[in-house]
């Protein structure tokens, strides 16, 4: 360990330990080439006695670091210090329960909750991380940023270069692979667009190529700072249901950042006597991009406390190369076939006594509307953890006494064409749209009403029906 460092980069092999200081701009171990942890001595920092700690920096919200909900949590993530933290506001977002929608998830009213991180300032989860990041760029001086992505994390970064004015963003983006809405966002706020050809894993390869031969800082979540930022979504999960350990935590699964870090926060929590279980961790996949489904689930790949076989997961690679498989869902936010925290993700699964699922876009879709139904409009890679927990309850793996959390990670407007279509009763459009995602029908579809300019016919549509 660094002596001198309360926080440090740790490679997370075990038969590695390698470390490094916070001051270097590290993606993997440069010993072995895994992936690192930000790990804290925990002996000489101050640890809070209990969660009211936190509950009182809501009397300070003329305090940046108490209004963001990332560092309002400071002491739990305590690299950097407050003079460097970069904040805007992100982490307002909110733990809803949901009792419109646990009928059709089969859950009691009061045992279901969403977790809907559409409401940060770029519209995703991805501002909880992005803070961290950028906290740590500034940290370092560096003066360009850059990452892959399917749409998020593009905007996200794009928005924090152009709201601090500090750095010169650079996004990877693969051919036809982003939602306008999401794209609309990295060009609007100014970032550098570079489209090749390929998919997320395409440009997630050339990124990493490009940030290490000219200096880029990787904001990818392959950065371990970013994933000191997402784990501030359980610790707000946690204060929504009064401190108190839900049976459940289900959550999309794409590059497994958030999985990883939600892991990362329980084992830390639990470490530090501030919480006194763990919760079961539930992995969700699109049909047309599991790879943790079937590596975990299929192939029994297990973290075995470090010592996960890379032979299962490099075969499973080259079959992919080999049969040209690309990932397909209308998920596009999880749309990612080798998944850059698998690992980590790994290591929360055994953390977290966890499992993987996944579900079809037509689950993803029917479950989507089902939460816009209840009041929160999400991108359809948020609705794939209502629609896991949904499979999981007719599996019986969730009882019928569980307290659940589903994550949302998204706005729905991130992704409105798929909205549009599959609530249109416009055949075109939908075959277009989803046709080609194996979506072949619209269960929960809400169409708009066409009526003649007339008085009478207009009441006649809206009159309530006896």
Known sequence: MLRSETAFQKCIAPGCGATASIQEALVTCPRCGDLLDIQYDWNRLPIPADWTVFERKWGRRHDPLCHSGVWRFHELLPFASPEHVVTVGEG???????????????????????????????????????????????????????????????????????????????????????????????????????????????????????????????????????????????????????????????????????????????????????????????????????????????????????????????????????????????????????????????RALETCDGLVRRVSDQEILDAKAQVGAGGIGCEPASAASVAGARRLRQEGQIGAGDRVVCVLTGHQLKDPMATVAYHSRDPERFREVLGSRGVHEAVFSNPPVSVPNDFEAIVRAIRPSD
């Not at 300032?121 to 991380?129: M, Q, R, W």
């Not at 200096?215 to 707000?236: D, H, W």
């Not at 699964?253 to 990362?264: D, E, H, T, V, W």
Request: aromatic share 10%.
């Open 92 to 346: 307002q977002t909110l733990l809803q329960r949901a009792d419109g929608v646990a009928p059709y998830v089969d859950l009691p009213a009061g045992q279901l909750f969403l977790q809907y991180e559409g409401l940060n300032p770029s519209g995703s989860f991805k501002d909880n991380g992005m803070s961290a990041a950028f906290t740590h760029a500034q940290m370092i001086g560096a003066r360009q940023a850059a990452c892959a992505s399917t749409g998020n994390t593009s905007a996200s970064l794009a928005m924090y270069c152009a709201v601090t004015q500090r750095m010169r963003a650079v996004i990877f983006i693969g051919s036809g692979k982003i939602a306008y809405g999401k794209l609309s966002q990295a060009l609007e706020y100014g970032a550098q667009t570079v489209q090749i050809e390929g998919d997320f894993d395409d440009a997630m390869f050339r990124v990493r190529e490009v940030a290490e031969q000219l200096g880029i800082y990787l904001v990818n979540s392959l950065n371990p700072f970013r994933l000191e930022g997402q784990k501030t979504i359980m610790y707000r999960v946690l204060e929504g249901l009064r401190w108190e350990v839900p049976d459940w935590i289900v959550v999309p699964g794409g590059n497994l950042g958030n999985s990883s870090a939600f892991g990362k926060a329980f084992s830390e929590l639990h470490c530090l006597g501030l919480i006194d279980r763990l919760p079961r961790l539930a992995v969700i996949n699109a049909e047309g991009a599991d790879t943790l489904y079937q590596l975990y689930e299929v192939q029994g790949m297990r973290w075995d406390q470090g010592r996960a076989d890379r032979a299962t997961s490099d075969a499973y690679f080259r079959r992919l190369d080999a049969d040209q498989r690309r990932a397909s869902t209308i998920a596009s936010a999880i749309e990612i076939n080798r998944p850059v925290n698998l690992r980590k993700c790994l």
